[in-house]
């Protein structure tokens, strides 16, 4: 082992650890790779890659936890040496004792005093937590910041001077936001922008219009009845991922989306403007989303008539849209002629896998058919994502008859934080650290 080149251990380290490290668990963090040898545990402390990304949720801490996540968050920086720092802080509900309190007190302090060379930044918290971030030594201009997602309930954005400090970071240019801040900003260099609770669309649709160069724009909350009276859709060339409720839509146009996200809210018939936006979009759109209830089912089906290119589709388990998905030979309704992937996500039934099976047997080619009406599209693949097990078997083993690639996961065993990832094109959809990542309001890095 003493002899290994350091390349060569390097290498190994990258098949062994995470890219982001979970201070707050003691258990899983990669003490083992310096337990080996002298040698090798001189090449993990001093690699700076390892320590330069990492999560701390203190909502799954015990008091000796924190304790013990104060020191190696003081490693992270050390260790680090002078790259730069992404991290995601979360702290939201749990309650604790004034020792407990101090342990967090001294990570956000130990964390402002590097925030010359913070790089990703994904805080939530409560707003006690957050105005740490608000003291005098936070007066640079975050050189390295191109990342920023700030959380917490009942925040009087208005208020905290410091928020329009943050957003002013000249390399700024991905931002998440629990609603609108109550001053201005230079929304044109963004391209990535997250809101977590819009009340209606007279916010936020001044603010797309000044996104000259958005790529991806995700509403996660919409509450109330969007505006009637817009002078205009908006048109947004640059947009490639957009997540938001479907009477949103009617205000858009997006001619080079490959994404798209309609929010779970309750079933209302799409506005008029919606389907013109599908078509506008049609040609490059391959990614789709459709959160339960996003639509009445009459508006579900023309959706999917009007999106003959997508290749991956995520529904929810319990959705009536389960029962579109299976080819009707007789009505010959091209419904997602090429889709490949196919994930379902949430509570499984006896009904649910059973109209999973029709989709699995009537998307894949039948040699006893003279023509397939369909052209070449062929399901290739099917992922289940739950939240508690339920027996697939009779699919599993269909999915293996028809060569179709089965995989299952469970939403439970996901780790809290969210730090955006760049080694991904979309993880709604893509596997990240070899895990299932299904977060779809932001990227994320999987911390398993």
């Not at 409560?126 to 050189?143: Q, R, W």
């Not at 993880?427 to 990240?432: E, I, P, V």
Request: aromatic share 10%.
């Amino acid at each position: 082992m003493q002899h290994i080149p350091a390349e060569i251990i390097n290498e190994i380290f990258k098949h062994l650890i995470l890219d982001i490290l979970l201070v707050h668990e003691r258990r899983k963090f990669p003490w083992y790779v310096g337990q080996i040898c002298a040698s090798w545990r001189a090449h993990f402390t001093s690699t700076p890659w390892i320590w330069r990304k990492f999560i701390i949720d203190v909502d799954h801490t015990t008091e000796r936890d924190l304790e013990h996540a104060t020191r190696l968050v003081r490693l992270c920086i050390q260790h680090s040496m002078n790259q730069p720092l992404s991290f995601s802080f979360i702290y939201t509900q749990k309650f604790l004792p004034s020792k407990g309190r101090q342990y967090v007190n001294q990570m956000l302090s130990d964390l402002i005093a590097e925030s010359q060379r913070w790089e990703v930044v994904d805080v939530e918290a409560d707003l006690l937590s957050l105005e740490a971030f608000c003291l005098p030594n936070l007066s640079n201009h975050f050189p390295l910041l191109h990342s920023m997602a700030l959380r917490t309930q009942g925040i009087l954005w208005s208020k905290p001077k410091c928020w329009e400090l943050f957003l002013r970071a000249h390399s700024l240019t991905r931002v998440e936001l629990e609603t609108l801040p109550g001053y201005d900003f230079d929304w044109s260099r963004l391209t990535v922008l997250t809101f977590d609770y819009l009340r209606n669309a007279a916010d936020v649709l001044p603010i797309m219009r000044r996104l000259h160069c958005i790529e991806n724009f995700k509403l996660n909350a919409f509450v109330g009845k969007p505006d009637e009276e817009q002078d205009g859709a908006i048109t947004l060339p640059t947009l490639k991922v957009l997540s938001c409720p479907g009477d949103m839509l009617r205000h858009l146009r997006a001619p080079a989306l490959e994404e798209l996200h309609v929010n779970s809210r309750p079933s209302l018939p799409l506005p008029n403007g919606a389907i013109s936006f599908l078509q506008t979009s049609s040609g490059s759109l391959t990614r789709l989303i459709l959160g339960n209830h996003c639509c009445i089912l009459s508006d579900a089906k023309r959706i999917l008539q009007e999106l003959p290119n997508v290749t991956k589709l995520c529904v929810e388990a319990d959705s009536y849209l389960l029962n579109v998905l299976p080819y009707n030979l007789e009505e010959e309704i091209p419904i997602l002629p090429k889709l490949e992937l196919l994930i379902v996500d949430g509570y499984l039934n006896r009904s649910a896998v059973e109209t999973l099976c029709a989709a699995v047997v009537s998307r894949n080619s039948k040699h006893s058919l003279v023509e397939w009406p369909y052209g070449s599209g062929r399901l290739k693949e099917l992922r289940m994502v739950s939240y508690e097990y339920f027996n697939t078997s009779p699919l599993k083993l269909l999915c293996e008859e028809r060569e179709v690639k089965y995989l299952a996961f469970e939403r439970l065993q996901l780790t809290a934080g969210h730090i955006w990832c760049s080694e991904v094109e979309s993880c709604a959809f893509d596997l990240c650290n070899n895990n299932s990542l299904f977060r779809l309001t932001t990227e994320s890095l999987v911390s398993r």
